[in-house]
Antibody, heavy 118, light 110 residues
Framework: EVQLVESGGGLVQPGRSLKLSCLASGFTFSNYGMNWIRQAPGKGLEWVASISSSSSYIYYADTVKGRFTISRDNAKNTLYLQMTSLRSEDTALYYC???????????WGQGVMVTVSS | DIVLTQSPALAVSLEQRATISCKTSQNVDNYGISYMHWYQQKPGQQPKLLIYEGSNLASGIPARFSGSGSGTDFTLTIDPVEADDIATYYCQQSKDYPLTFGSGTKLEIK
């Protein structure tokens, strides 16, 4: 069974940093591209970042470019999102999500909440 | 960026057909594949993939769900609608980065 389990969320002050992790199991992690997708409270889905299976290709939304860094450790089956210079508008539920062949997302984690507030 | 436009809400009666549309600002087809996908999200849950590549049913999804369309106009159809289908439905394109989602259509029972 495919499982994606996020961790590392919490309450953080504006301007501070936070690092999210996503532990994957039930599939060969190193064969799949991965995404971070977020959802602000009561809002829709917003793609944040993607990383290819070998980390060769990385993409960011303009809203986080230069502040967030996506990475992965295939030996540890773990995806990361390093978030710096956090803003109130980064407050959201962050989903770790597996990229399927055509760029659809076939598995989602339960999400981890990040709240940016003083 | 490719913008995806969905109607905010749709009210249908149980056992009737629901059609949810998604229009894109640019063509999302390439080499015969539509890079359009549909998700269902129930309150308090993560999204679930329903349809990929415009019309392919994802694993474990009942055949009441179907997808159609090409180019810039796509439709998710639920026929017949059941009470368990009450949710918000999102379309997503993966033809180009940034990946983008529609704003979601909330399905309500009339």
């Amino acid at each position: 069974e495919v499982q994606l389990v996020e961790s590392g969320g919490g309450l953080v002050q504006p301007g501070r940093s936070l690092k999210l992790s996503c532990l994957a199991s039930g599939f060969t992690f190193s064969n799949y591209g991965m995404n971070w997708i977020r959802q602000a409270p009561g809002k829709g889905l917003e793609w944040v970042a993607s990383i290819s299976s070998s980390s060769s290709y990385i993409y960011y939304a303009d809203t986080v470019k230069g502040r967030f860094t996506i990475s992965r450790d295939n030996a540890k089956n773990t995806l990361y999102l390093q978030m710096t210079s956090l803003r109130s508008e980064d407050t959201a539920l962050y989903y770790c999500a597996r990229r399927a062949y055509s760029g659809d997302v076939d598995y989602w984690g339960q999400g981890v909440m990040v709240t940016v507030s003083s | 960026d490719i913008v995806l436009t969905q109607s905010p809400a749709l009210a249908v009666s149980l056992e009737q057909r629901a059609t949810i549309s998604c229009k894109t600002s640019q063509n999302v087809d390439n080499y015969g594949i539509s890079y359009m996908h549909w998700y269902q999200q129930k309150p308090g849950q993560q999204p679930k993939l329903l349809i990929y590549e415009g019309s392919n049913l994802a694993s474990g999804i009942p055949a009441r769900f179907s997808g159609s369309g090409s180019g810039t106009d796509f439709t998710l159809t639920i026929d017949p609608v059941e009470a368990d289908d009450i949710a918000t439905y999102y379309c997503q394109q993966s033809k180009d980065y940034p990946l983008t989602f529609g704003s979601g259509t909330k399905l309500e029972i009339k």
